[in-house]
């Protein structure tokens, strides 16, 4: 190697000095490179070469390409013929590398150079401080990002108007976590019933195993929901997904799950609602073919009374009046309640008042009845009934019972007959049944009256039924107001004393005469 | 559901405009970064990036964005984000975007706000 002169102090230092200022400016480690490569061509004018150590060697950071020092060298300054090579080690471990190729290179030129990469080096560790400290911001807000948008998410999901939950959080979930790719699944019993892919038509059906995807899945309502991401990306190229996106993915799986469970809660309310307002409409129907008021009948004095157990019952009664001065009464009861009762209700008053039009006797009435009843009533519907027809004139009284509860007479001498002569339920067999009748007069001061079970079968507390002790004889037999509209209220008000707190369990239902 | 990636760029005036469709992910990010460099080398310093068709931003997307911002304040540039959804409008806005970037309802909106501050060269 040739010795030659250093330079002035004061040159090397008023070039130093212009190389800080330039290489200050520099953004990023690539123009940094470029400009200290500028200041050491200037200052040299020889050929430069910029390199600093990556995986498979050293990797040029700016210059021609030509020979560089052995990957390995330890740090440290070398001069070799007119060859001049600095090697420094930078913070994060890798080594940075300057060449110059100068005839008549000298240690001055060494000197200078280990003095230049000294400026570059202050340069590039500032460079990558900078940019440590926006990756730890960017990291940090990112962080930010996928709580807030776990949030948002849950929120945006769990909305009813949210169209498709699990499109939502597929689409999220893969945006959190930087996959490329998503898939969701969703099947029963193995077979495929929706595959949704995210982007829209990426192919799904190429995933591999590993660290590549992650997976979480749940079943709901008999089906399975199986979210898959896949291909991780970074800036240098597809990563392994880590715990925190597995957590991100497990956290918006169960949104959906829930947000699933709310959507079958929120149908079954609104189905609720529905058969509510269904059964509203029926109980205001079949309170329409309950009579609003009773015929007065001179020298007979009727009450009646029906109150439904729920919101449609399965009773009836009514007083109809019938050619002739005469007076039908009837009480019913569908075995049942709620709507299915209602509507065998509805067609049994329909049948009634029609075949009533015309003259008919009880007993041929019941089986008339009958007939119609097997027919439009499924096999565990059927109806218990009484039917008479009075003569009000004569007080004559025919009598029928179709399998209902007997029907108490309490003559004006203090006997207290029961009235149950006839024949079996309606709708019960279909067959023509012979219904008996039989018939009685109704005396001054005789009363009569029909109810249905439901009074006899109100419980207390303890399961007690009301008829239990026959109270219910004993009230007919000892309670005899003027009035029939007091008998009833004080039958009712009887049977809520017996009862209790206990609550209604059956339509009770009561039709009360007195022939006055 | 997003589809996959795409873009188309005009040059309004002076400014760059460009209109993505789909996943900005590294794919898209990388797309856009290059669009973005080829016109800056031409001269270009003002950009108006319609994300309207963009539903789904993630964070390596996001950075590339980022860069971008970064070369534009380096060079004295501006740069307006525009159509953006909410979710979108609020990624970014965590991720700090808008401390460095403008945002606009519309295109046209971003190109009188850079005309209104000199930004549109």
């Known amino acids: ?516 | 559901m997003e589809q996959p990636f795409s873009l188309t760029s005009e040059v309004r005036g002076t400014t760059l405009v460009i209109a993505t469709s789909g996943y900005v992910n590294n794919v898209g990010g990388e797309a856009i970064a290059a669009e973005f460099a080829r016109h800056n080398a031409a001269g270009v310093r003002s950009v108006v990036i319609n994300l309207g068709g963009s539903k789904v931003v993630n964070s390596v997307g996001m950075s590339f964005l980022i860069e971008i911002i970064e070369r534009l304040q380096d060079t004295g540039g501006k740069i307006f984000f525009t159509n953006l959804d909410p979710a979108v409008e609020k990624m970014l806005s965590i991720m700090g975007l808008f401390q460095f970037a403008g945002k606009a309802p519309t295109v046209e909106a971003a190109l009188q706000e850079l005309a209104a501050t000199g930004g549109a060269q």
């Not at chain 1, 390995?72 to 940075?96: K, M, N």
């Not at chain 1, 008339?368 to 027919?375: D, T």
């Open chain 1, 1 to 516: 190697m040739t010795v030659t002169a250093l330079r002035s102090g004061s040159d090397d230092a008023a070039s130093l000095e212009r190389t800080f200022r330039a290489l200050s400016g520099a953004g990023t480690a690539a123009e940094l490179s470029a400009r200290f490569h500028g200041a050491l061509a200037a200052r040299f004018g020889a050929r430069v070469r910029i390199a600093r150590t990556a995986p498979a060697g050293w990797e040029m950071l700016a210059g021609e390409p030509g020979p560089l020092p052995e990957a390995e060298c330890a740090p440290g300054s070398r001069a070799q013929g007119e060859t001049l090579s600095v090697v420094r080690q930078t913070g994060d471990g890798s080594r940075i590398c300057a060449v110059v190729e100068r005839p008549g290179a000298g240690e001055g030129d060494l000197t200078a150079l280990g003095l230049f990469m000294t400026v570059f080096e202050s340069a590039l560790r500032e460079i990558v401080s900078r940019r440590h400290e926006k990756d730890l911001i960017f990291s940090l807000n990112h962080r930010v990002l996928q709580l807030n948008s776990l949030i948002d998410t849950g929120i945006e999901v769990s909305s009813l108007e949210c169209r498709s939950p699990h499109h939502v959080a597929l689409e999220r979930a893969a945006s959190l976590t930087n996959a490329a790719r998503g898939v969701l699944r969703v099947t029963r019993d193995g077979r495929l019933l929706e595959e949704v892919t995210f982007p829209h038509g990426s192919a799904a059906g190429s995933e591999r195993g590993g660290g590549r995807k992650i997976g979480s899945s749940f079943e709901f309502g008999g089906e399975r929901y199986e979210f898959t991401l896949l291909d991780k990306e970074s800036r240098q190229g597809e990563v392994r997904f880590d715990g925190t996106d597995q957590l991100l993915l497990d956290a918006l799986a169960r949104q959906v799950m829930a947000s699933l469970e709310n959507r079958y809660l929120h149908r079954q309310a609104l189905e609720k609602q529905k058969i509510e307002q269904d059964i509203a409409v029926a109980a205001s129907i079949q309170q329409r073919i309950l009579p609003k008021t009773l015929p007065r009948v001179e020298g007979y004095d009727i009450a009646g009374i029906n109150i439904p157990s729920r919101s449609v019952g399965g009773d009836y009664y009514d007083c109809i009046p019938l050619a002739g001065g005469r007076l039908a009464l009837v009480i019913a009861d569908v075995a049942g309640k709620g709507v299915p009762a209602a509507l065998l209700v509805s067609s049994f008053h329909a049948y009634l008042s029609a075949f009533l039009e015309a003259p008919v006797e009880p007993a041929a009435l019941a089986a008339r009845l009958n007939n119609v009843v097997v027919r439009a009533s499924t096999e565990d519907k059927f109806i218990t009934a009484f039917f008479a027809v009075l003569d009000p004139s004569s007080g004559a009284l025919e009598t029928v019972s179709a399998g209902h509860n007997p029907v108490f007479l309490r003559t004006a001498a203090g006997e207290l007959r029961e009235l149950s002569l006839g024949g079996i339920p309606l709708g019960m067999l279909d067959m023509e049944f012979p219904y008996q009748s039989e018939t009685v007069t109704l005396e001054k001061g005789d009363r009569l009256l029909l109810y249905t079970d439901g009074v006899t079968e109100a419980s207390d507390e303890e399961d007690r039924l009301y008829d239990g002790a026959s109270p219910l004889r004993e009230f007919v037999s000892r309670h005899l107001p003027d009035r029939a509209e007091t008998f009833i209220s004080d039958l009712i008000a009887d049977v809520r004393r017996f009862t209790g707190s206990a609550p209604q369990n059956d339509d009770i239902t009561a039709l009360y005469l007195i022939r006055t």
